[in-house]
């Protein structure tokens, strides 16, 4: 028999009851490392929130992280890992350079004249366009449920699956971030646009 639970760490708990609620059908080996898996999650969520209590508080004083923070799908680790991770961004020419390094632009298969965009290199930096990547997909996830202010999104959203939609999504991102820390200016909401 399977158990149909809810995952994320938020269901931890959950999870916990349904396994000592059903601890009569599952082996006691099961039992026995899960309970060790329970112990570890319960000793080390203490400290992992002390830790992000400890980045927010280093991110609020910083004014570029501050300035990262205010685009959407853009939280705290993501901007002290743009920080450490990346060179300064007056480094790159453009935003697609920055995009580039990231490895968030599609690999070119041109020839001819025709343009061949294929999947994204993944040849960057991996720990930034991985988050990214999650920023974007928490937009997107939202924008489905709930729409979005931008056309663009709304218009991917209908035509392309929603993991491809996220690392545009980044791409664009990285894009705008680049441009902001360049200019020195806050992340601007994109108004809606009604006919």
């Known amino acids: 028999m399977a158990l149909s639970l809810p995952y994320g760490p938020r269901n931890v708990k959950v999870f916990q009851q349904a ?18 898996y329970f112990e570890q999650i319960a000793a080390l969520t203490p400290k992992v929130t002390e830790l992000k209590i400890a980045l927010r508080r280093e991110t609020a004083r910083d004014s570029q992280a501050t300035l990262l923070q205010t685009m959407p799908g853009v939280g705290p680790m993501s901007a002290a890992a743009i920080q450490a991770f990346a060179p ?13 390094w990231l490895g968030l632009v599609p690999r070119q298969h041109s020839s001819g004249g025709k343009d061949r965009l294929g999947r994204i290199s993944k040849m960057g930096q991996r720990d930034i366009r991985r ?9 997107v996830n939202w924008a489905s449920r709930k729409g979005s202010p931008d056309s663009w999104l709304m218009r991917l959203l209908g ?3 929603k993991m491809l939609v996220a690392v545009a999504l980044a791409n664009k991102m990285a ?14 909401i994109p108004v809606l646009v009604t006919c």
């Open 88 to 100: 300064p961004l007056e480094n790159f020419a453009r935003g697609r350079d920055f995009a580039a």
């Open 19 to 36: 396994l000592l609620d059903h601890s009569t059908r599952l082996p006691k080996t099961v039992l026995s490392i899960s309970g060790v």
């Open 131 to 139: 988050l990214l990547v999650i920023g974007a997909m928490s937009i």
């Open 159 to 161: 035509s392309k699956p």
């Open 175 to 188: 894009r705008r971030l680049w441009a902001m820390c360049i200019k020195k200016e806050c992340y601007e």
